[in-house]
T-cell receptor
Framework: AQSVTQLDSQVPVFEEAPVELRCNYS??????LFWYVQYPNQGLQLLLK??????LVKGINGFEAEFNKSQTSFHLRKPSVHISDTAEYFC?????????????FGAGTILRVKS | DTGVSQNPRHKITKRGQNVTFRCDPI?????LYWYRQTLGQGPEFLTY????????KSRLLSDRFSAERPKGSFSTLEIQRTEQGDSAMYLC????????????FGPGTRLLVL
């Protein structure tokens, strides 16, 4: 079975500071990796995804993530955060079609940006 | 491309009542997914459709839940005899059927069962 662990439930950070949100996954098959952001009372918005190729992927709003196969991690980073980045962030793996074709999400990390 | 839409956005009902939610996917997407998100948790998969065929159902989807996608376009999720434990955000997502498919989510329907 596949699982996703987001190591921090909440991350407080000051505006313009760098941030890293950690994600580890477990899977016996190859998976695709995603980060989504959820603002209060809204659905999920795709930040970035790793499908293949370069292990460093860049997404919207200045976020990037690095896929590390040996450590089964896909940590999200931003060099300088803004107040508007305050939201909940979800890491997810997509299981290939032959194994069920669904997203498995972590429990989420709330990023709180303080001025 | 107007994105995935869901109606209603909020629903308050009394225990034992039936509720139905609707999802309209992105027009060219042939796959449609339903997820449930409870407070403090990530979304959990419920079911998915390829066109009008329901191809997988989670064990979370009890016999009180039924989903349809009759013409391969919009989908409905019905919950019969609602229970307080059904209170959650119900999210719909759609995608195409390419290998590199990405699921795009709607705004969700928040259900509160009193």
């Amino acid at each position: 079975a596949q699982s996703v662990t987001q190591l921090d439930s909440q991350v407080p950070v000051f505006e313009e500071a760098p941030v890293e949100l950690r994600c580890n996954y477990s899977s016996s098959v190859s998976v695709y990796l995603f980060w989504y952001v959820q603002y209060p009372n809204q659905g999920l918005q795709l930040l970035l995804k790793y499908l293949s190729g370069s292990t460093l992927v860049k997404g919207i709003n200045g976020f990037e993530a690095e896929f590390n196969k040996s450590q089964t991690s896909f940590h999200l980073r931003k060099p300088s955060v803004h107040i508007s980045d305050t939201a909940e962030y979800f890491c997810a793996v997509r299981i290939p079609l032959e194994y069920g074709n669904k997203l498995v999400f972590g429990a989420g990390t709330i990023l709180r940006v303080k001025s | 491309d107007t994105g995935v839409s869901q109606n209603p956005r909020h629903k308050i009902t009394k225990r034992g009542q039936n509720v139905t939610f609707r999802c309209d996917p992105i027009s060219e997407h042939n796959r449609l997914y339903w997820y449930r998100q409870t407070l403090g948790q990530g979304p959990e998969f419920l079911t998915y459709f390829q066109n009008e065929a329901q191809l997988e159902k989670s064990r979370l989807l009890s016999d009180r839940f039924s989903a349809e996608r009759p013409k391969g376009s919009f989908s409905t999720l019905e919950i019969q005899r609602t229970e307080q434990g059904d209170s959650a955000m119900y999210l719909c997502a759609s995608s195409n059927d390419r290998v590199e498919e990405t699921q795009y989510f709607g705004p969700g329907t928040r259900l509160l069962v009193l």
